[in-house]
């Protein structure tokens, strides 16, 4: 079974200030990993995702996560946010080798309040 | 050309009807999913579907059955509706079980 642990269910912060979201995650079997955000009354986006290969990954909106193995972590960084990153970011794992339908385990979401 | 899409985006509906709700994915995926957000936000996985196999999650009611005609949709059938179905559905799809793209939800409140 798998679980993912998002640390903060809300984090402040003021426009163009840096921001981390972190995000752990246990699981028995090899994972890939996600970050998605959820804006108000909105669907599901994807941010970045880590697959395979490098341990830093880019996604859109200027957005990054590394990968760190040893510590089970992904947590998703921005060096300067805006207003309208304002929203709920969620980080998911599956299992690499299609065990359980490949479906996504969610952390509880982090609510990013970004402030003028 | 919209890549997954729900309909409807709202339904109210009262306590012990039967409703579906319909997800069409344009992306020539080959697995679909059925995910439930309730009102804490918390996403939780129903269902994952592809021409091969159904996996349901242990924890959904018996009440909730997906129901796929091709492979491009996967409807969600619910019959006996309680108050506390009440939460946002959201379809999605990948290719190989890689990454999943998400509809927009449907918001479904049980009066």
């Known amino acids: 079974a798998q679980s993912v642990t998002q640390l903060d269910s809300q984090v402040p912060v003021f426009e163009e200030a840096p921001v981390e979201l972190r995000c752990n995650y246990s699981s028995s079997v090899s994972v890939y990993l996600f970050w998605y955000v959820q804006y108000p009354n909105q669907g599901l986006q994807l941010l970045l995702k880590?697959?395979?290969?490098?341990?830093l990954v880019k996604g859109i909106n200027g957005f990054e996560a590394e990968f760190n193995k040893s510590q089970t972590s992904f947590h998703l960084r921005k060096p300067s946010v805006h207003i309208s990153d304002t929203a709920e970011y969620f980080c998911a794992v599956s299992d690499q080798y299609n065990n359980a339908g490949n479906m996504l385990t969610f952390g509880g979401g982090t609510r990013l309040m970004v402030k003028p | 050309d919209t890549a997954v899409s729900q309909t409807p985006k709202y339904l109210v509906t009262q306590m012990g009807n039967d409703k579906s709700i319909k997800c069409e994915q344009n992306?020539?995926?080959?697995?679909m999913y059925w995910y439930k957000q309730d009102s804490k936000k918390f996403l939780k996985i129903m269902f994952s579907y592809n021409n091969k196999e159904l996996i349901i999650n242990e924890t959904v009611p018996n009440r909730f059955s997906p129901k796929s005609p091709d492979k491009a949709h996967l409807n969600l059938h619910i019959n006996s509706l309680e108050l506390g179905d009440s939460a946002v559905y959201f379809c999605?799809?990948?290719?190989?079980?890689?990454?999943?793209?998400f509809g927009p939800g449907t918001r479904l409140l049980v009066l």
């Open positions: 992306l020539g995926h080959d697995t």
């Open positions: 999605a799809s990948s290719q190989a079980g890689k990454t999943q793209y």
């Open positions: 880590y697959l395979s290969g490098s341990t």
